[in-house]
């Protein structure tokens, strides 16, 4: 993953963050400590994860990612040299993305499902806490042809972002971000931000490629003007660039054998 700083605050993010998606799927607990080692020691100082990971999501192997991360950090040290952040999912969009039986982007659930990650991470508090994908009906994940929903939405981007903003009164989180999120998501955060006194998102982490250009549409335009840094996922689109499907090759374990490509 390519990222850039984050503003408004005092953490230098190093030009490339680890992503850690695969842990605990394609990987073993012992790849993925020593890939964190590796990563450590050129340099990388900040470590991106989620509550779902790893992919794709299955009940069995749910939170796993969080939990090899947590043992490697409970054994190597140095957590304040580290910039951890996670997501928390929104409502299940099909069935492998249903990990746990509340989904919503309320309170309640924002509450537990952070101090699940925060256990399992083995840490008191994120640098970085991410909304995964929105609440209400809308286009990510690559999705093409905007269907919007007539009925108002059952929990708006107002209780989201109160619930964030409680969880960093709280000290369990230092910043807000989101993910899988339009031009109009963002923007609505930062007006209700500004309108009722609340943190603003500091961070849109959304799939950037050569095949992949859509941030630039509208997002680039919100984040040179807001200052909401782009945190770039799929930078190869999901290995694609990197040759190994070229020619009908299907790889073993390779991603796009396996998921259905969700970020």
């Not at 963050?17 to 012992?30: C, D, K, V, Y």
């Not at 890939?35 to 050129?42: E, K, R, T």
């Not at 939990?67 to 928390?88: M, P």
């Not at 492998?96 to 309640?108: A, G, T, V």
Request: glycine share 8%; hydrophobic share 35%.
């Amino acid at each position: 993953m390519h990222y850039h700083r984050i503003p408004h605050s005092s953490l230098e993010v190093s030009a490339l963050g680890l992503g850690t998606m695969t842990f605990g799927e394609q990987n073993s607990e012992a790849d993925a400590q020593a890939q964190l080692d590796y990563a450590v020691s050129q340099g990388v100082n900040l470590i991106d994860t989620a509550e779902m990971y790893p992919v794709p999501p299955r009940p069995e192997t749910q939170g796993q990612t969080e939990r090899f991360i947590g043992n490697w950090l409970a054994q190597r040290g140095g957590r304040e040299k580290l910039i951890i952040a996670s997501k928390v999912i929104g409502p299940a969009r099909n069935n492998d993305s249903e990990i746990r039986p509340n989904q919503k982007l309320d309170r309640k659930n924002i509450r537990d499902a952070l101090d699940a990650s925060l256990k399992r991470l083995q840490t008191d508090y994120l640098d970085l806490y991410q909304v995964h994908w929105p609440q209400r009906s809308t286009n990510c994940f690559g999705q093409l042809g905007y269907r919007w929903d007539d009925k108002a939405p059952e929990i708006t981007l107002l209780e989201t972002l109160e619930a964030l903003a409680e969880c960093q009164r709280a000290g369990k989180i230092r910043y807000i971000g989101v993910s899988n999120e339009t031009a109009w998501g963002v923007m609505r955060y930062l007006a209700l931000a500004e309108k009722h006194d609340l943190p603003r998102i500091v961070t849109v982490q959304n799939p950037y490629s050569l095949l992949n250009r859509s941030f630039e549409v509208g997002l680039a335009e919100v984040s040179r003007y807001e200052g909401v840094m782009l945190l770039a996922y799929s930078c190869l689109a999901f290995g694609v660039l990197s040759g190994k499907y070229l020619h009908g090759a299907q790889p073993a374990k390779a991603r796009n054998m396996s998921t259905t490509g969700k970020k």
